[in-house]
């Protein structure tokens, strides 16, 4: 088991950056895949981007590859999200999402266990 607390969300001008970030608990975290997904108020969620356990394979979006880029740091027990070139159509609440070994279908909100309360990225045009 273990608990996701996401921060790091804000209001941005089009064309800024945010970093969020993901802080899990519990000391078996590097065990964990990891993923973003993003959700409109009364949409489902969807993917943004995943990272294996060992952090040596990610998975994107393809609205967001190239601007976004996800990355774990297993000693901190966190899990990160570097936004860039922001977008109107990005405003979200952004989760993070974790799953015990490998996930089959990273790309899949189904294929994750562990879910955070989300923080609110706002890009305004």
Same mark, same amino acid.
């Given at each position: 088991q273990v608990q996701l607390v996401e921060s790091g969300g804000g209001l941005v001008q089009t064309?800024?950056?945010l970093r969020l970030s993901? +802080? +899990?608990s519990g000391?078996?975290?590097s065990m964990y895949s990891m993923g973003w997904f993003q959700q409109t108020p009364g949409k489902a969620r969807t993917f943004v981007a995943a990272i294996?356990?060992?952090g040596g394979r990610t998975y994107y +979006?393809?609205?967001?590859?190239?601007?976004f880029a996800i990355s774990r740091d297993n000693a901190k027990n966190a899990v990160y999200l570097q936004m860039n070139s922001l977008k109107?159509?990005?405003t979200a609440v952004y989760y993070c999402a974790a799953s015990w070994g490998s996930v089959s279908t990273p790309v899949t909100a189904g294929g994750y266990?562990?879910?955070?309360q989300g923080?609110?990225?706002t890009v305004s045009s």
């Open positions: 064309g800024g950056s993901c +802080a +899990a000391r078996t975290f294996s356990n060992n +979006a393809d609205s967001v590859k190239g601007r109107p159509e990005d266990t562990y879910w955070g923080t609110q990225v």
